[in-house]
C-alpha cells in the first residue's frame, strides 16, 4: 500500500503511541546512518513481518529513542529514492523497500522506510545473512524463526493421493478432453502421437502428473472429478460461481460450476455477454475500432490462474461477478508475487508454487504458463487494445481480486497507447494506475513527468493530452498529408445527413483541414469530385443536376 502524506502522519502518529518494536524501528540519524545497518535492520524488520503475518515494517528516522519526533537531516539534498537500487545489491531475491516517504510531522523532517515482508518461506538476508529483532538491538535470525518461516512452504496438498477415491470418480468427458490437450502440448512427432493415443487413460494421465501410479490425486478431483464425488473432500466442494449484477447492484441471475474444473472454465466463460465495444482510439480518424469487451485469452488465463492458485485449504470457492463494464474474479490465497510490480519484472520466477503438482498438470494440458508469463501476457493484450489494464487488489488477507474492464476510461491514456508502441510495460502499468486514481510514488511521478507523459501537481496527477504526440508532429503531418479518403467520405456523409444536399464547392468548404495542403485549389477540388465519384460507385451518394447546379446527396436505403 502506498500512503498519502496525511495518512502516513496519522500512522506514524499512532506507531509511536502503540510501538510495536519487532517490526516498527525509529531512529533519530540527525545527520547521517550507517547504510551497512539499514541493510541489516531491512532484514531484520522483513523477516519478523512475515513471522507476525504484517504487511510492511517501518525503519523511520527523525525519532529519538523516547520516541519524540526531533527531524532528521540523512541524505537531505537528493538521492534518497537511490537508495531503492543501492539495497537491491545486498539483498536476496532483489528485494527493496517498497517506498521511501520524506514529509514533515510538527515541522520536523521525518524519512520513513517501508519494508516488505519476507518472502513465503524464504528468510530476507543482506550480504548473505538473515537477522531478526532482539528486543532494541539486531541478532542473527535465531533456528527457532528460521525454520518458522521456511516451514511456509509445507506439504503440497494438491499432490496428496485421495485414498478413497478411484477412476470411476473422474468424468468421462473431462478424461477425454484431458487426453486431447496433453497430447497436443506433447507436440511430438506423427509417431510419438500415434504411440500416446494408443495409452490407455491411467497410462496418460500418469504422464500428464495428474494421477500418482493410478492412484488418484486431489488435482486429478479438482481439474476432473465427477461433481458428485465432491463428497470425498469432506464437504468443501470445488467451484466457480458466476454472478450477473444490474446495474443498481441487484443480483440478476448467478449459476455454480463443480467439479471438473477442467469443463467449468469453458462454461464459466460461455455465461459472461462478451458484447462489442465500438470506440475511437487514435486522434485522427472518425472510424471507431470494434472489439470484444472481454479478450477469451485474458478472461480463461484469469480463471485459469485462479484455479492454479487457490488455497484450497481455506475451503473457499472461485467468484466471477459480471456488471456492466466489468468482470471482477475473486479468489482464496495470497498473491504469490506479493506486488504486481514484482510479477512485471524482467525475468521474474516465483519463489514457489502453492500447488505445484496441480499447476505442473495444468502446464501439461495447455491451461497455464509457469513461466511467471500470465500477467505481462494479459497486460499486453489489453495495453494493445489500449484498454485499461487489470487490477489487483491484493488488501485483503488471503484472498486476491482482479478486476477486468470492460470499457475505456480515460481518452487520454486510450491515445496515448495508440499513439506511441514504444512505451514499455511498465510504464504503460504506472500510467494505468493514473487513470484509475492510483497513488504512485514521487520517484515514478518525476520520471513520467520528465518524458512529458503526465500532468499535474503531485498526488494530483493525470495523464497528459499532448502525449498523443510524443511520436512525431502529428498535427504537421496531418496538414501536410490531408486525411484518408475514408475520413473524408464520413465527414462529407455527416454534412449531407444534415444539408441533405450540397455542390462540390460546398462540400470542399467543409473539408477544409481535412486535404493536402500541398494541393492547389483546381487539384483540391479534383480531389473532391474523385472521393465523391467513388462514393457514388459505392451506392452510398448520388448527384442531380450538372455542371454548377450538381447536388450531392446521399442514397437512401430501403
Not at 516498527?24 to 545527520?31: D, I, S
Not at 441471475?253 to 469443463?263: G, I, N, R, T
Request: aromatic share 10%; glycine share 6%; proline share 3%.
Amino acid at each position: 500500500m502506498i500512503y498519502t502524506e496525511q495518512q502516513l502522519i496519522d500512522k506514524i502518529r499512532q506507531m509511536i503511541v502503540d510501538f510495536e518494536d519487532e517490526v516498527v524501528e525509529f531512529k533519530e540519524a540527525k545527520l547521517n546512518y550507517s547504510f551497512k545497518d539499514i541493510g541489516k535492520y531491512f532484514s531484520a524488520l522483513g523477516n519478523e513481518a512475515n513471522i507476525r503475518d504484517k504487511k510492511e515494517a517501518w525503519l523511520i528516522f527523525g525519532v529519538d529513542n523516547d520516541k519524540n519526533i526531533v527531524g532528521s537531516e540523512y541524505r537531505k539534498e537528493g538521492s534518497l529514492h537511490n537508495l531503492k537500487k543501492e539495497i537491491v545489491g545486498g539483498t536476496n531475491e532483489r528485494l527493496t523497500f517498497m517506498e521511501i516517504y520524506e514529509l514533515y510531522i510538527d515541522k520536523c523532517r521525518i524519512v520513513a522506510f517501508q519494508i516488505p515482508p519476507a518472502m513465503r518461506g524464504i528468510p530476507t538476508t543482506w550480504n548473505g545473512a538473515a537477522y531478526a529483532r532482539e528486543g532494541e538491538h539486531i541478532s542473527p535470525l535465531p533456528i527457532d524463526k528460521m525454520d518458522l518461516i521456511r516451514s511456509q512452504i509445507g506439504v503440497d496438498w494438491s499432490k496428496l493421493v485421495v485414498e478413497d477415491a478411484d477412476l470411476d470418480d473422474l468424468d468421462p468427458e473431462a478424461i477425454a478432453y484431458a487426453r486431447e490437450l496433453f497430447i497436443k502440448k506433447q507436440n511430438a512427432s506423427k509417431k510419438s502421437t500415434e504411440m500416446l493415443e494408443k495409452m490407455s487413460d491411467v497410462e496418460i494421465l500418469n504422464k500428464a502428473g495428474i494421477l500418482i501410479k493410478g492412484k488418484v490425486t486431489n488435482t486429478a478431483l479438482i481439474l476432473l472429478g465427477k461433481e458428485e464425488s465432491s463428497y470425498l473432500f469432506d464437504g468443501f466442494i470445488p467451484r466457480i460461481t458466476w454472478t450477473l449484477y444490474n446495474g443498481d447492484g441487484s443480483i440478476k441471475a448467478y449459476e455454480h460450476f463443480d467439479m471438473p474444473l477442467l469443463l467449468a472454465v469453458d462454461k464459466t466463460y460461455a455465461k459472461i455477454r462478451n458484447v462489442k465495444y465500438r470506440y475511437i482510439a487514435g486522434q485522427q480518424t472518425l472510424f471507431p475500432d470494434e472489439v470484444d469487451q472481454y479478450e477469451p485469452d485474458v478472461v480463461k488465463e484469469i480463471l485459469n490462474n485462479c484455479i492454479a492458485h487457490s488455497n484450497y485449504q481455506l475451503r473457499g470457492k472461485i467468484n466471477v461477478e459480471e456488471f456492466e463494464d466489468r468482470l471482477v474474479f475473486i479468489n482464496e490465497g495470497n498473491f504469490i508475487p506479493e506486488t504486481v510490480e514484482r510479477a512485471l519484472e524482467e525475468g521474474y520466477k516465483p519463489p514457489y508454487y502453492r500447488n505445484t503438482f496441480l499447476c505442473r498438470a495444468m502446464v501439461n494440458l495447455y491451461m497455464i504458463d509457469t513461466n511467471a508469463m500470465g500477467i505481462p501476457m494479459m497486460y499486453q493484450i489489453q495495453r494493445e487494445k489500449c484498454f485499461p489494464l487489470p487490477t489487483y487488489n491484493l488488501q485483503q488477507s488471503n484472498r486476491v481480486i482482479v478486476t477486468l474492464y470492460g470499457k475505456i476510461l480515460d481518452r487520454n491514456y486510450t491515445q496515448l497507447l495508440h499513439s506511441n508502441a514504444a512505451l514499455d510495460l511498465q510504464t504503460v502499468f504506472l500510467l494505468d494506475k493514473i487513470q484509475k486514481k492510483e497513488l504512485i510514488s514521487k520517484e515514478d511521478f518525476a520520471i513520467l513527468k520528465k518524458a512529458e507523459l503526465v500532468e499535474g501537481r503531485y498526488p494530483n496527477i493525470f495523464v497528459s493530452y499532448k502525449v498523443a504526440n510524443i511520436v512525431g508532429q502529428q498535427t504537421d503531418y496531418v496538414k501536410n498529408k490531408g486525411l484518408s479518403n475514408d475520413v473524408c467520405k464520413q465527414i462529407i456523409i455527416n454534412a449531407l445527413e444534415t444539408m441533405e444536399k450540397a455542390s462540390v464547392s460546398e462540400l470542399k468548404e467543409i473539408l477544409a483541414g481535412a486535404l493536402p495542403a500541398f494541393l492547389d485549389e483546381k487539384q483540391q477540388s479534383k480531389k473532391v469530385s474523385n472521393i465523391l465519384q467513388s462514393m457514388k460507385k459505392e451506392n452510398i451518394a448520388d448527384v442531380s443536376g450538372t455542371g454548377h447546379a450538381a447536388r450531392w446527396f446521399l442514397v437512401k436505403k430501403i
